[in-house]
């Protein structure tokens, strides 16, 4: 019995509570018996749990955003860094069985890091400014104009 829990914690380990226990229940719901270890594992999505898309509907996503990319309203942050750390020329003109690979590996680390407890945001734009600054009069203007052109020469 203990040799087995040790095998459970070393293969599940890279997972958070949460996750198991979720994949473990999915996997009983689903199931007429209890689940083995690979059930569980087969069933150990984190974006699942997390309440993100899978990778191949975030890939799909990524390759269907229009431009500017940063203003699309994504499903969730992490599927727009993904996209950008593959690169969005790459993902929009190189064929699904090679684009998708390189967007799945960076998807994944980035469920990794919310799986770890990581905020991921999408940067906001600076706001427009409190107070908006009135251009001279043009009298002083040319006073300006005049007293640059003395100091150039």
Not at 42 to 67: F, I, K, N, Q, T
Not at 71 to 100: C, I, K, M
């Amino acid at each position: 019995m203990n040799m087995a829990k040790r095998l459970w914690s070393r293969l599940l380990g890279e997972y958070s509570p949460a996750v198991i226990m979720r994949a473990a229940e999915k996997a009983v719901k689903e199931s007429s018996w209890l689940p083995s270890v690979h059930e569980v594992l087969a069933r150990c999505d984190v974006a699942d749990s997390l309440g993100l898309p899978s990778a191949h509907a975030a890939y799909m996503e990524a390759c269907r955003a229009p431009s500017p990319k940063k203003e699309y309203s994504w499903s969730h942050p992490a599927v727009y860094y993904a996209g950008r750390a593959s690169d969005w020329f790459f993902l929009a003109n190189t064929v699904e069985e090679q684009a998708f690979p390189v967007f799945r590996r960076n998807y994944d680390i980035l469920l990794k890091r919310l799986q770890d407890g990581e905020q991921i945001d999408i940067d906001i734009p600076p706001a427009l400014p409190e107070e908006i600054i009135q251009p001279l009069p043009r009298d002083e203007q040319q006073q300006r104009l005049r007293d640059l052109k003395k100091l150039i020469g």
